[in-house]
DNA sequence: GTTCCGCATGAATCGATAG
DNA sequence: ACTATCGATTCATGCGGAA
């Protein structure tokens, strides 16, 4: 990152590897030296992005000796000490979580969506990421499974299928902070990063055509797919070749998705 | 609280003064105050709850100058200090929250539910939330009518009719982490306290009948009628006269819920 | 072409066992 | 005494093949 000019990107977008939970893949950050690591990074973070750009990182804290560990409380603190503005923290609810029973605690369903500005004033498109509501909902909502009906009752949600952009012009409304997605699995190679409609999500609402966006923990590049198919500049850094191989490829696959979908 | 013995509350559930948020009702806690103002409070909690209890704080950060401010955080740590484990955090998804639009940010539908016991081992009822599974919906509901599932739906979480009942063990799952209820829109007169479900999810998670719910910021009585009508014992605090006569006029009014419908 | 069913899979966690 | 590994538990999703 060091390459980078001053004030270069529009967005960062990132999932970081979670502390201790990928050892075998990234080395395992130890929780209680997570915040130490990740600073001089947030630093180069904060120098190559633009003023009016966001910053927004998808982490959650590990159970680490049956209560929940505080990394990442401490690592928004550290974070707004070196002079981010902690500006919103939107909730992605993972519809399809881990199963799993313990007798202390449930399956956990949410990780936290932090978003970090260096200003006050920052670019936001709200537009971008509006969905359908009232009668549209109703129809639309039949085509969702029964269980979505019964557990989500009347939400309107983040962004539903690729295809809602045949109902645009239709009644939309502004989304809340909190992002209803399911995990990506099934017959995919790569361990599931983030599924991609997370930072699609973000991309779209902070970015424009042709703006940069960077993924500093690119990973097998789900980020960068994102940008590529809505349009924009991407650039993505991975320490692991294995990684980064995977990202190539997943990248040459890509395609752009056709303008008039960019703007759900 | 004071004149309350050691060791002799099952529960701690409560929604204390959001800081600054109701400074007319309550005078108002500055947000840089605020852990300062709570450690004492909840150092009194830690006494009177017993060891294998639970403490639920449902509380969010507000925006204090375009960020969000980071009382929230700062107290989840004081309060580990003070010897609370922060056992869990669930996340009470705002189906249907306030609406608005600013430039900056989406509506806000989300709180957190801060859980914190005093040992690893601690009292937790799974069974007594368990919500229909996935297939459970598809196959079984898919015979009744629509109304039929808008009427089971909302009772999801809230104790279900009496047919339902028959279905217990066999179709249920546990739930996750991320509560999904709804705000209670209706015209009560005091400034929006949590819906009866939030406490009443909780109480039946963490505690049997008999047992004793504190809420130390009682407000209009919420948690208390929660309580009483699961068939619990209660105890709340409230300072401001207004909100007390009004709690306990609540109570009057409420009853019993019959016994099989508890289970659920 | 639909609908239905079966199956693999996943940023998990706990408790017991082994080193 | 402390750390590392492993089995058991559990459910929404999306795919492919079958009806």
């Given at each position: 990152m060091s390459e980078f000019p001053d004030d270069c990107v529009d967005l960062i977008v990132t999932s970081p590897p979670?502390?201790?939970?990928r050892k075998k893949t990234y080395g395992g950050i130890h929780p209680d030296g997570y915040v130490e690591w990740f600073i001089p990074i947030a630093a180069e973070l904060k120098r190559v992005l633009k003023n009016d750009g966001s910053f927004v990182l998808n982490i959650k804290e590990r159970v680490v000796g049956g209560e929940r560990h505080t990394y990442v409380l401490e690592l928004v603190l550290a974070l707004k000490r070196a002079?981010?503005?902690?500006?919103e923290e939107y909730m992605w609810h993972k519809k399809n979580c881990s199963p799993g029973k313990w007798p202390n605690r449930f399956r956990d369903a949410w990780e936290r969506c932090l978003h970090f500005t260096k200003q006050k004033q920052f670019r936001m498109?709200?537009?971008?990421v509006m969905a359908p509501t009232g009668d549209w909902a109703k129809t639309r909502l039949k085509k969702l499974g029964d269980n979505d009906k019964i557990r989500l009752n009347s939400q309107v949600g983040s962004g539903f299928g690729?295809?809602?952009?045949?109902?645009?012009?239709?009644?939309m409304a502004y989304p809340t902070n909190v992002l209803h997605i399911a995990t990506e699995c099934g017959?995919?190679?790569?361990?599931?990063?983030?599924?991609k409609e997370l930072p699609s999500w973000f991309i779209k609402l902070f970015t424009a055509e042709d703006d940069l966006v960077l993924d500093p923990?690119?990973?097998?590049g789900t980020s960068c797919v994102a940008a590529y198919e809505l349009g924009r500049n991407y650039a993505g850094i991975e320490l692991k070749e294995e990684y980064y191989s995977e990202a190539v490829s997943n990248l040459n696959d890509a395609r752009r998705i056709p303008a008039q979908r960019k703007l759900i």
């Open positions: 979670y502390a201790d939970s002079g981010w503005l902690w500006t498109f709200q537009e971008n690729k295809n809602i952009a045949n109902w645009v012009g239709r009644d017959n995919k190679n790569h361990s599931a990063a983030f599924p923990f690119m990973g097998s």
